[in-house]
């Protein structure tokens, strides 16, 4: 079945630091591919998404690119605040029984210092 | 409005209570689930309603039991929990079913504890 496999956390970092959070994916064709971030005590929220080979999602500095050749939609951002601190999920769509099924990855936990 | 709200925010029940979880949107969107969430890990699908019709339920116990009384409104009834049931459940929304190209709209979440 499909899957999502992301680097395994928790990533701590500096602030004004890089990041990247890779995920990779398996899939029968080409599924919407999403990025969400959850912070402490709330639910998840839909960061970027990707709908189809070559497209780049943005949001709040972050960026991902969907990779066709290489299964991946690795997670980016030039420069982390202390506020970017929570667990992102990479997740594709699939389809079941004429339905939206959104299958996550484990998660990444990171943690932002000043 | 994008917003998924969900009542209450915690509740703790014995194991013997009924309870329900409420889940609310109004953005017109027609596909609606819930989400299992245990600490440190991703959400689980739970059920999914598609124009007010339950289309998928992941094997979830009877002692779960969603109902969708219209295209706004989503509870789970809760009967004769265990302590394992315990987590944070998650409502979410999405414009059509079937669509992999719409994201999900997430609530906040009901931290629920079976005592």
């Known amino acids: 079945g499909n899957s999502v496999t992301q680097m395994e956390g928790p990533v701590t970092l500096s602030e004004e630091a890089f990041l990247t959070i890779n995920c990779t994916y398996t899939?029968?064709?080409?599924?919407?591919l999403f990025w969400y971030v959850q912070y402490p005590g709330e639910g998840l929220q839909l960061l970027l998404k990707?709908?189809?080979?070559?497209d780049k999602g943005s949001n709040k500095g972050f960026e991902a690119t969907y990779r066709k050749e290489t299964t991946s939609f690795h997670l980016e951002k030039g420069s982390v605040q202390v506020s970017d601190s929570a667990v992102y999920f990479c997740a594709l769509s699939d389809r079941i029984q004429g339905a939206q099924k959104l299958v996550f990855g484990q998660g990444t936990r990171l943690t932002i210092n000043p | 409005d994008t917003e998924v709200t969900q009542t209450p925010k915690h509740l703790v029940m014995g194991m013997t209570n009924k309870k329900s979880l409420k889940c609310e949107q109004h953005?017109?969107?027609?596909?609606m689930y819930w989400y299992k969430q245990k600490a440190k890990k991703p959400p689980e699908l739970m059920f999914v309603?598609?124009?007010?019709?339950?289309?998928i339920n992941e094997s979830v116990p009877s002692r779960f039991s969603p109902e969708c009384p219209n295209s706004s409104l989503l509870n789970l009834h809760l009967h004769a929990l265990q302590p394992e049931d315990s987590a944070l459940y998650l409502c979410?929304?999405?414009?059509?079913?079937?669509?992999?190209?719409?994201?999900?709209?997430f609530g906040p979440g009901t931290r629920l504890t079976v005592t």
């Open positions: 899939a029968t064709g080409y599924p919407s």
């Open positions: 309603y598609s124009y007010e019709k339950l289309s």
């Open positions: 990707a709908t189809k080979a070559d």
């Open positions: 953005m017109g969107h027609r596909a």
């Open positions: 979410a929304s999405s414009r059509e079913p079937g669509q992999d190209s719409y994201e999900q709209y």
